[in-house]
């Protein structure tokens, strides 16, 4: 259990506050390697469950090395990193599903997130413009991903606790960098994004390890 502490660590007093500061400094090829490695952080979580625990991890895994890959690439092609993502989050729905067959709940939960979802593009459309069509795409797919994993709380185990957990922060941050790519934000905002999305990458991965 100390290992998995030292890895969460590592993600949020190394990985994150290196990524900002080589941001800050215009240097955001060394800083988009710092922001990748953070994901990594917590694919090593699903490696080492998929290795000696459980082989669907591997499901996680994938997820989890695709976010990775979107993490760097993001930073330098919005519509190719949001690419990665979806492919990452349809893994992830994979996962979920898996281990929590679908039910009411996930439908409910998935009608809410995208209902909220909706609201926020309607209030910002004209900031949006003719990115909506691929917004709207991601958005759905995100919801879903998230609706998904917060329905492990049905399942009654702390692994599901934590899959839930992920979800929520997961849909907070790309909520948030939803506001900060259409408005101005401070640094304080990057680091309210960077802090959830780690933290629910992290909450994903250990899930593979924790039941």
């Not at 240097?27 to 090593?44: D, E, I, Q, V, W």
């Not at 893994?91 to 439908?107: A, D, E, Q, R, T």
């Not at 907070?172 to 999305?197: C, K």
Request: aromatic share 16%; with cysteine.
């Amino acid at each position: 259990m100390l290992w998995m502490y030292a890895v969460c660590a590592l993600a949020f007093l190394v990985c994150l506050p290196c990524f900002m500061h080589y941001k800050h400094a215009l240097r955001y090829r060394l800083g988009t390697s710092f922001k990748m490695l953070g994901t990594l952080c917590a694919a090593s979580f699903a490696l080492i469950a998929s290795i000696r625990l459980d082989p669907h991890c591997w499901v996680c895994f994938a997820a989890l090395i695709l976010h990775a890959v979107a993490d760097y690439v993001l930073e330098f092609n919005l519509y190719l990193g949001e690419g990665f993502f979806l492919a990452g989050h349809i893994c992830y729905i994979c996962f979920f599903v898996n281990l929590f067959p679908v039910s009411g709940v996930h439908l409910v939960l998935a009608l809410v997130l995208i209902g909220i979802v909706a609201i926020l593009f309607w209030r910002w459309r004209n900031h949006i413009g003719k990115r909506m069509p691929i917004f709207s795409v991601y958005g759905v797919v995100l919801s879903v991903m998230c609706a998904f994993a917060i329905a492990g709380l049905t399942g009654h185990t702390t692994q599901g606790q934590l899959i839930a957990a992920g979800g929520a922060l997961f849909y907070l941050s790309d909520a948030l960098l939803l506001g900060r790519l259409l408005f101005s934000a401070t640094r304080p905002v990057d680091w309210a994004i960077m802090i959830t999305y780690y933290a629910a990458q992290l909450l994903f991965g250990a899930s593979c390890l924790i039941h």
